[in-house]
């Protein structure tokens, strides 16, 4: 009896569908943020080391291409918070008896979180 | 060994190897058992459980219902059983719907006296059917056989030892052996144009008994559902009805009030829908006065012909969403309406046969070693109409007592000599190849003879008959049954050739629909769905007898035994007002 | 089925064909079918194999949706083909071909062993454990309890999510989205004591932890089980579960 044809693997699965792009990108998001770990340990090391270092950090900093990085990073970090709170009521579906929390509300909530957040570190940056 | 996966396969299988553990159990299926017909059902199971409701009451709507036709000795076993099969369902994970203090809900149905119906949402059969498919993996010696056509019974010394079946995937032809045969096929929609029935649904287990030599009981009896889509004929749950909707014709008339079956009240009034009126008569009653309306005129016509209107959206759409979803679905991606919001175009579409392979109480055919359960058995517990919501635990009542009766029949037979079932299974494999896959000769294409038998048992053989009509069918079917001889395939190959299932099923429906037609032609009365122009009333004097078709060289021979009877005369059939 | 317009427009088809022994790979052969704006795909295949090309085979049972037989690639997306209305492809042609990640049967119909047997293995029937049915009544479950797994229930075994899952694809020792999903079913009936004997397999590499939530099962999901976030749902659990592992060693669940 012949054998049915073997199923297929494809090496460039994540171009066929824009859902896959979508994915990889959020995954790459993951690993841009843990890149940007490297350039905040860099400021933190001007930081310490003060004087002519901070200087030349900061001027670096202020290169168009560090701005563009820096542009890119957002975006990047942008997209990481939204797929992750979007994935928040994914992992925790909470009802109260019958009905389903409408994933919404806790997505809100996440976003009122953050924006309390953002509002004080940036109080405390001004400051 | 069970031909077919269904609820009564499945049942049976589980049944027979918790009787006898040391039994081995074998279920051929054509299909993955998940897509068995059962799983489309989606009303609900009615099962006495609540305080209120009486075995007594569930035993005379079911004998009432059936226009006195059902064996009052089988419907006391099945009403007294159902309850305790639900309930082992429940034990099994079947995710009923509930009340608010946990207990199982019910609903109220068509021709039922009392809220009795199990439910889960509007997807009762698929729910079952998942429990029960899913329940039977734990035991190891259940063993099933995927996408298997059977073919032919094997005999040997008088009785049932297996089937000839084709594995699709390979297209050869084996013997699947066992001790005892149980058949647990379904029905036969598929011999009409327009029926709720899945593909899968065409009589393949009747064929096999009725080429054996086992009778066909009461195959006139063809349930016409009221509300299927038209077009598709896709199924609209009675549960909508069961909820409060409401049957109106063109001129926005709740007509069912002009047909004996009680008076309407408001839909506001708390107490609609009331039971056993109107909206939640019985189903024959429903599909006649349809075909009623539409002589005077009174229903819409539209492009896949006539139809009136359900109403749900009084319901609102909380409690659509709540109890009959699917119903929403349904309507929504296949009428391309929102039944919340519009009400849904419906006609009497095919649904159920009350006939089939005739069987005792314990599911015994007059085979040695056969039985038979679920749809395509014929205890008769539906008689000449079937009450909705009966089917379901029918299934697992007689699929519990055929697996018991066969695993008790295995223990106390020898298997068959292997030579004369393996030389049974070699001649099936050279029929088929000869007259089928091989053949290049034929004139004759499967959609043709299938359209057009389908098309001869609508006309002839629908909701209202004559002997006339009847008499068209029976010439047609016949020289079907001659045309079929010559059968051309396209596929000539081995590997998943359902053009030659598809052959095969043909020809056991025109068998099949030959016996409807043939066991119309005599039962010269009207009794429940079996309505004759030319003989308008129920004559018990001379038909309180179930029919039984056999099988001959030329037409079907018919024969009568008398009806059961235990408590319940005879009596008129009384819906609409107090009975 | 009584005829609705009588229009002479047609659309193509391209469909994948395949017979084993004698074709090597599957072709894709066009075929013109009439118009019709009511038709689903399956209509459409069930018109060539009876007036065309009887050799054409593919699963088809329902047709509402209900039973999973007709699932298939439709212009490279996993849909039921009684679910996907020509009208919504016009002008064509469209693309039909077998599930994505299954091996090839024949023409469209796919070898689905790999599921069947993975579906047995996390052991999907009610567990009673120390809580045995009460004999003459029903478990009591409160609407709020069957709310917990109702909607993890509702999967038809259609394998369009298997087809969607790219993880899927590339392990083949992943369980997948409906089988995790089911297992899930059970862990949350609160009928069911057998969580800790699922969890040995679905807490697994092969299991939950396979899965990187792409989410593409959920997207094509016919029935809405969200197969996806059941698995979402139980990495949490586990993930507190280990925790309290490890906090609290002492005694068992």
Redesign the interface.
């Known amino acids: 009896m012949a054998s049915p044809y073997p199923r297929r693997r494809s090496r460039r699965w994540f171009i066929e569908r824009w859902a896959y792009q979508r994915f990889v990108l959020r995954e790459l998001s993951g690993v841009v943020l843990a890149a940007y770990m490297v350039l905040l340990l860099l400021l933190v090391s001007s930081v310490h080391a003060g004087g002519q270092a901070f200087a030349d950090h900061v001027t670096t900093l202020r290169s168009p291409l560090m701005i563009a990085v820096h542009v890119i990073l957002v975006l990047f970090a942008l997209l990481h918070t939204v797929t992750w709170f979007q994935a928040v009521p994914k992992g925790l579906p909470l009802r109260r008896g019958e009905e389903k929390v409408p994933p919404a509300l806790m997505i809100g909530a996440n976003y009122v979180a953050m924006a309390g957040a953002t509002v004080i570190i940036v109080a405390a940056l001004v400051a | 060994m069970i031909v077919g996966g269904g609820g009564a396969g499945l049942r049976a299988a589980i049944a027979a190897v918790e009787a006898d553990p040391t039994l081995d159990v074998a279920i051929v299926s054509k299909?993955?058992p998940?897509?068995?017909?059962t799983?489309?059902a989606e009303g609900g199971a009615a099962g006495v459980i609540k305080a209120g409701d009486s075995l007594e009451e569930h035993i005379r709507d079911t004998i009432s219902g059936s226009d006195w036709l059902a064996d009052q000795d089988a419907v006391e076993l099945f009403v007294r059983e159902a309850p305790q099969e639900l309930?082992r369902l429940?034990?099994?994970?079947c995710?009923?719907?509930?009340e608010?203090?946990?207990?199982?809900a019910v609903r109220p149905f068509g021709g039922m006296g009392i809220e009795r119906t199990w439910f889960a949402a509007d997807?009762t059969g698929?729910?079952m059917l998942?429990t029960l498919f899913?329940?039977s993996?734990?035991h190891e010696r259940v063993r099933r056989y995927?996408e298997w056509f059977a073919t032919r019974l094997l005999l040997d010394d008088g009785r049932a030892v297996g089937v000839s079946a084709i594995e699709l995937?390979?297209g050869?032809v084996r013997a699947v052996v066992g001790k005892a045969v149980i058949l647990a096929t379904g029905g036969f929609g598929r011999i009409f144009?327009?029926t709720t029935n899945?593909?899968?649904k065409t009589g393949d287990g009747l064929g096999l008994a009725f080429r054996a030599g086992v009778p066909l009981k009461d195959m006139e009896f063809v349930q016409y559902h009221p509300t299927g889509l038209p077009?598709?004929?896709?199924?609209i749950t009675e549960a909508a009805r069961g909820e409060g909707g409401i049957l109106v014709n063109r001129h926005g008339d709740r007509y069912l009030r002009h047909y004996n079956l009680g008076e309407p009240l408001d839909i506001r009034d708390p107490v609609h829908p009331r039971l056993r009126t109107m909206e939640l008569g019985p189903r024959d009653r429903l599909s006649q006065a349809f075909m009623k309306e539409q002589d005077q005129g009174n229903v819409f016509d539209g492009?896949?012909?006539t139809y009136v209107h359900l109403d749900i959206r009084h319901l609102g759409e909380r409690r659509v969403d709540q109890k009959i979803p699917f119903v929403r679905?349904?309507a929504t991606?296949?009428a391309g309406i929102d039944p919340v919001r519009e009400p849904i175009p419906v006609r009497p579409v095919v649904h159920y046969m009350m006939g089939g392979i005739d069987t005792n109480l314990e599911a015994e055919t007059a085979l040695p070693g056969l039985y038979a359960a679920g749809e395509c058995a014929c205890v008769s517990i539906n008689g000449a109409n079937r009450l909705g919501s009966n089917s379901l635990p029918e299934l697992l009542v007689f699929g519990a007592r055929a697996g018991t009766g066969a695993a008790r029949w295995a223990r106390e037979h020898a298997p068959a000599p292997r030579a004369a079932v393996e030389t049974q299974a070699a001649d099936e494999q050279a029929r088929i190849a000869r007259d089928l896959i091989n053949r290049r000769d034929g004139d004759e294409?499967?959609?043709t003879l299938r359209t057009e038998m389908q098309h001869a048992m609508e006309a002839g053989c629908g909701i209202y008959r004559t002997e006339a009509t009847l008499q068209a069918a029976a010439a047609k079917v016949a020289e079907l049954r001659e045309r079929a001889r010559r059968v051309q395939?396209?596929?000539h190959?081995l590997?998943?050739?359902?053009?030659l299932t598809a052959a095969l099923e043909l020809d056991i429906m025109i068998e099949i629909a030959e016996s409807v037609v043939h066991s119309a032609l005599h039962r010269t009365e009207s009794r429940g769905s079996h309505q004759r122009v030319d003989f308008p009333q129920r004559d018990d004097g001379r038909f309180l007898k179930h029919s039984l078709a056999y099988r001959t060289e030329g037409a079907p021979r018919v024969e009568y035994r008398d009806v059961a009877i235990t408590r319940w005369p005879p009596a008129e059939r009384v819906y609409g007002r107090a009975h | 089925m009584t005829s609705g317009a009588t229009t002479t427009q047609t659309i193509g088809f391209e469909i994948a064909r395949y017979l084993p022994g004698e074709d090597r790979a599957p072709t894709l052969r066009h075929y013109d079918v009439p118009y019709r704006p009511e038709w689903v795909v399956l209509d459409a295949l069930n018109y060539l194999k009876d007036e065309v090309d009887g050799t054409l085979s593919f699963r088809w049972s329902c047709r509402m949706g209900v039973c999973g037989s007709c699932g298939a690639m439709v212009n490279g997306v996993p849909r039921l083909m009684c679910a996907a209305f020509l009208r919504d492809y016009l002008p064509g042609p469209i693309r039909v071909e077998p599930l994505a990640n299954f091996p090839i049967e024949r023409d469209l119909v796919i070898v689905l062993d790999d599921f069947m047997q993975k579906l047995r293995a996390v052991k999907p029937w009610i567990i009673p454990g120390d809580r045995p049915p009460p004999a003459d009544a029903e478990y009591r479950q409160t609407p709020a309890q069957l709310a917990d797994f109702k909607q993890y229930s509702m999967c038809i075994n259609c394998l369009l999510c298997y087809s969607a899952c790219p993880v899927y694809q590339h392990e083949e020792e992943f369980l997948g989205p409906a089988v995790l999903a089911l297992a899930q079913r059970y862990d949350h009936d609160s009928r069911d004591r057998g969580n800790s004997q699922r969890h040995e397999l679905t807490w697994s590499d092969e299991g939950i932890w396979d899965c990187t939530f792409v989410g593409e099962c959920s997207a094509v999901c016919p029935k809405h089980v969200d197969p996806a976030g059941a698995i979402q749902q139980a990495k949490v659990e586990s993930t507190m579960d280990w925790y309290r592992s490890v906090l609290w060693p002492f005694g068992r669940r």
């Open positions: 299909v993955y998940m897509r068995s017909h799983v489309s309930l429940e034990h099994w994970g995710p009923w719907s509930r608010p203090d946990g207990t199982v997807k698929f729910h998942h899913q329940t993996l734990q995927d995937r390979s050869q144009p327009f899945a593909a899968i077009g598709t004929g896709i199924l492009p896949y012909g679905e349904l991606n296949y294409r499967i959609a395939l396209d596929d190959s590997s998943f050739n359902t053009e």
